[in-house]
């Protein structure tokens, strides 16, 4: 899959003990995709261990407020430890495509860029995401905390809907953990390819089935989801929730992520109003998810 656009990357280098707190603040001003890149031989111990976290925008949107914001933040990490002046490029998508990727690893969960990876991740949970600066590579926050997520409330047999499926992760996460059908829904073209490509790729192409559908205007639901996976934003799910509680059923949950901390009591309300329980809350950094039952 290729996206034919220029993009701006923004990136530093910091120590690997301080990643994630970059990865935080990059994924909050540059929602299209953030990747960690390792530096060096991790097989030699002597060596420092250094990462560089890179994040995109498209070029339309690159601007001196946006830069300005990501140099603030630095400029207060900077305080705390060491970090590398912001570097600011321009990329296509063919170049960045053709970067290496490391695999990823929430738990027992293996995130890999490609099949070459799987014999060496074979003890694990293993799914396969090909990167794209359309989806990011995994390293999002909010992807992270789902994972966990899921993992805590699914059970074998399982049957899931992923709205706002992107890149397809979660739903097949699910699929490997034991869900026996996942609906994966989004409103891009582009996103529905990905999925269909992963999904094939992750061999679970037999148990799911990807649909463009419109959150905002409608959803056609014939499943009977034990799951609903929601990492969507602010924005979705006060436009969008009554969409989503027509077809749960009383008793089954909806776990919804992409939630700024600043805009989670606002979206409790807006679930409340819908007829749900909130009934778990989870925080990585700037980001929240909560865990809902229909009443």
């Known amino acids: 899959m290729k996206l034919n656009n220029n993009w701006v990357k923004y990136s530093v280098s910091v120590s690997e003990e301080f990643v994630e707190p ?13 990747v960690v ?8 111990k002597a060596q420092s261990k250094e990462s560089v976290v890179s994040g ?16 603030a933040g630095l400029s207060l990490f900077s305080g705390v430890f060491e970090i590398s002046d912001l570097g ?16 990823i690893i929430i738990d027992d969960v293996a995130i890999l860029p490609s ?18 600066m359309a989806f990011g590579t995994g390293h999002h ?14 059970f074998e047999g399982s049957r899931i809907v992923d709205i706002g499926c992107g890149s397809g992760i979660l739903g097949i996460v699910a699929l490997k953990l034991g869900a026996t059908h996942c609906l994966s829904i989004d409103v891009e ?76 009591n606002e979206i409790e309300e807006i ?4 007829k749900f329980n909130i009934i778990d809350r989870h925080q990585s950094g700037d980001w929240a998810a909560i865990v809902a039952r229909k009443k």
């Open 37 to 44: 890149e390792k530096l060096g031989d991790p097989e030699d």
């Open 189 to 264: 073209e582009e996103s529905v390819k990905a999925s269909i490509k992963n999904a094939e790729d992750s061999e679970v192409n037999n148990l799911i089935t990807v649909e463009r559908q419109d959150l905002l205007k409608s959803l056609n639901i014939s499943d009977n989801p034990d799951i609903i996976i929601a990492n969507l934003n602010s924005f979705l799910f006060r436009e969008g929730l009554e969409h989503i509680s027509k077809f749960i059923s009383p008793e089954k949950i909806i776990i919804a992520s992409g939630i700024l901390i600043n805009n989670l």
């Open 56 to 71: 995109f925008v498209l070029h339309d949107f690159a601007n001196n407020d946006l830069e300005n914001n990501l140099k």
């Open 22 to 34: 970059v990865v935080q603040m990059f994924s909050k001003f540059l929602q299209s995709g953030v």
């Open 115 to 132: 099949r070459e990876e799987i014999k060496r991740f074979k003890n694990n949970i293993w799914v396969i995401v090909e990167p794209s």
């Open 271 to 274: 679930f409340y109003l819908n």
């Open 141 to 154: 926050p909010t992807t992270k905390m789902c994972i966990s997520i899921i993992k805590k409330y699914l």
């Open 88 to 103: 600011v490029d321009e990329i296509s998508s063919d170049v960045w495509e053709k970067q290496k990727f490391d695999p």
